[in-house]
């Protein structure tokens, strides 16, 4: 089974990490939402809307394990919290090194952007986050989700759907995502 980080954030887009936890958990893939706390003690994350998340493990704690991929939710400040953690950056590279997906969605691009794994690559973002970053090597996109390589990115709250079922997908075949799309009535 597939296992996939998802790093919870203060003011991340609740809409968006709700629904890529959700959707990769209805499709049986093992899913591992992390505060960005340190040791073992878990706190609340308030998400932009004031949603408040309660994460399955710290970011020390998946720090010992492994994934399949990392899922960068966006939002603000969420976006700029986790693009301050040195962890995360040295995650992504970690991973990104394995040939492990990375992928982010909204204003969570530019952390794919500032750890490097965006060069040579096309991306998309919410406007105005990949195409104000000195960015010459990136072939910014305007599609729902973009995938190159390894890497996924997406546009927003309203491609979250279309993100978290492109993730299936990837993960776990075409049949599982249009299993899931099924299940929601997606068409």
């Known amino acids: ?30 899913v591992s939402s992390a505060s960005l706390d340190t040791g073992d003690s878990v706190s609340p994350v308030t998400a932009s809307r004031g949603v408040v998340l309660i ?6 704690q998946a720090l010992q ?5 990392i899922v960068l939710p966006g939002g603000l400040p969420g976006a700029d919290h986790l ?7 040295t995650l992504l590279q ?9 992928a982010a969605i909204c204003a969570a691009p530019k952390v794919l952007a500032r750890a490097k794994l965006l060069d040579g690559k096309s991306a998309t973002s919410y406007p105005g986050v990949l195409d104000t970053m000195d960015l010459n090597s990136t072939r910014l996109s305007t599609d ?3 995938i190159d390589g390894n890497v996924i990115t997406s546009r927003g709250p309203a491609t979250a759907m279309d993100f978290a079922l492109t993730l299936i ?19």
């Open 1 to 30: 089974m597939p296992h996939v980080l998802v790093p919870l954030a203060p003011g991340c887009e609740e809409l968006e990490a709700i629904t890529i936890i959700d959707l990769l958990r209805r499709a049986e893939i093992q």
């Open 144 to 146: 729902a989700v973009v």
């Open 94 to 102: 970690s991973m990104s090194a394995d040939n492990k997906y990375t």
């Open 169 to 187: 997908e990837l993960l776990s075949g075409k049949s599982k995502r249009d299993e899931a799309a099924s299940a929601l009535l997606c068409s």
């Open 55 to 60: 994460p399955d493990i710290t970011l020390d």
């Open 65 to 69: 394990q492994s994934f399949d991929m």
């Open 83 to 89: 693009d301050n953690d040195a962890r995360i950056h």
